[in-house]
């Protein structure tokens, strides 16, 4: 007897989920997390109206609500001038969605969300300090290798979900290749307590042109009022690390965007690498991929996480269906083509355009740019085509659609 019907490496946001939505289906379900705790890892906080809906249906969107920010509208700027140069209102898709705003919740909050409802879960066990070292997969059940604090261990399940991360054991040791590129920049994400939305006039979205250094600017709650404000800025690539997250580095790059008598409060700084990178596939016999084991991309526009929430609703619907209902494992099959399908042709195009966006250096292509933005966001039906692709809203309609026949 296998020791649960589905094992889950990683215990982060979208593991969680997965364990909450087949746990709730009656199937036991072991989650193994390598660290001792869940991390407050700021990262990530933007869940668009698309993935509203989801944490709808898992019954856990009024905390998510209550311990976020609602954003009702985002903003483009030119840096250069100045001008906001276009605002968007998601008001335009109140008959497409009961949720026509963003909610800025921070990943580690709705991991906690998702953990207390697991605690009321007995076919739901969690283990943190497990680290996943290896696997071995056969026809009828997946074995997890893992360190623990009692030493080495294998467990055995029917099915495994690895949801532990860009750099997940499940995939490498499933020999599943991650296709794609690293960008040469960094990114440099700084949070600050001082107040945009009062000091200069921004919403809680803005994203900031720049031929020479982009900037993307929003508001989290944090632990409360008065929140705080992110910035993300592309980094020098040639530069050491300890360099870019210096007091006297970050100050300047500070005071360079946004000029005030006195130095910022930088309660946060971090660096990190960027990658546009997906598998070669979701699914491998019994072991599956979600979220950033699966698909990777850069943070302008809010939709990594939003996409491995996506994922895990979208395979455990149809996991739970092959576990419960006795449906056709073919079923995994096409978790695998909708979502990946998903993952190149929407979030990877949709994020590298982003990016291209924000950078542009070329003045004609910059004008242009912000031209179309301009016109967009004037005329009523292109505003809310716009902000049906942005939502994340019209990419999940489709891959609903697509079915295993699909040329």
């Not at 040639?238 to 500070?254: C, H, P, R, T």
């Not at 929430?309 to 209902?325: E, F, P, R, T, Y």
Request: charge should be negative; aromatic fraction near 8%; hydrophobic fraction near 40%.
């Amino acid at each position: 007897m296998n020791d649960a019907q589905v094992l889950i490496s990683g215990g982060g946001p979208v593991g969680l989920i997965c364990a909450y939505a087949l746990g709730k289906r009656g199937i036991d379900v072991a989650v193994f997390d390598e660290n001792p705790e869940l991390l407050d890892d700021p990262r990530a906080a933007t869940t668009h109206p698309a993935t509203l809906e989801l944490l709808a249906a898992l019954g856990v969107i009024d905390d998510v609500i209550e311990q976020g920010l609602v954003a009702e509208k985002f903003e483009f700027w030119d840096r250069p001038t100045g001008e906001r140069v276009a605002v968007f209102d998601h008001a335009s898709l109140a008959n497409d969605t009961d949720f026509p705003f963003v909610v800025q919740c921070e990943q580690f909050k709705l991991a906690k969300i998702v953990l207390a409802r697991l605690q009321g879960l007995d076919n739901v066990s969690i283990h943190f300090n497990y680290r996943t070292t290896d696997l071995t997969l056969s026809e009828n059940s997946v074995t997890l290798s893992v360190d623990t604090p009692d030493g080495p261990k294998t467990i055995t399940g029917d099915w495994l979900i690895g949801a532990d991360g860009g750099r997940s054991v499940v995939r490498k040791s499933a020999d599943i290749d991650f296709e794609g590129f690293t960008w040469p920049e960094r990114f440099l994400v700084l949070s600050t307590p001082f107040d945009f939305e009062a000091e200069r006039g921004m919403s809680f979205r803005n994203y900031i042109a720049d031929p020479d250094e982009w900037c993307n600017c929003f508001k989290v709650a944090a632990d409360g009022p008065p929140g705080l404000w992110r910035l993300v800025f592309p980094a020098d690539p040639e530069a050491k690390e300890e360099d870019l997250l210096a007091d006297d580095f970050v100050q300047n790059q500070m005071q360079k965007f946004f000029k005030r008598d006195e130095d910022y409060d930088i309660v946060h700084r971090n660096l990190y690498n960027v990658h546009q990178r997906v598998a070669a596939t979701f699914r491998k016999g019994r072991i599956l991929l979600a979220g950033d084991s699966a698909h990777v991309n850069n943070s302008i526009g809010g939709m990594g996480l939003n996409g491995g929430i996506q994922d895990a609703m979208n395979l455990c619907d149809k996991l739970g269906a092959v576990i419960v209902n006795g449906a056709d494992d073919r079923l995994m099959d096409l978790y695998d083509k909708q979502r990946r399908a998903y993952a190149v042709d929407f979030v990877q195009e949709q994020t590298i355009a982003n990016k291209k966006r924000l950078e542009a250096t070329d003045p004609e292509a910059r004008a242009a740019n912000l031209q179309n933005l301009r016109d967009t966001a004037a005329d009523p039906n292109r505003a809310r085509n716009f902000l049906l692709g942005s939502s994340m809203i019209a990419a999940i309609r489709r891959n609903a659609e697509m079915t295993l026949e699909d040329a």
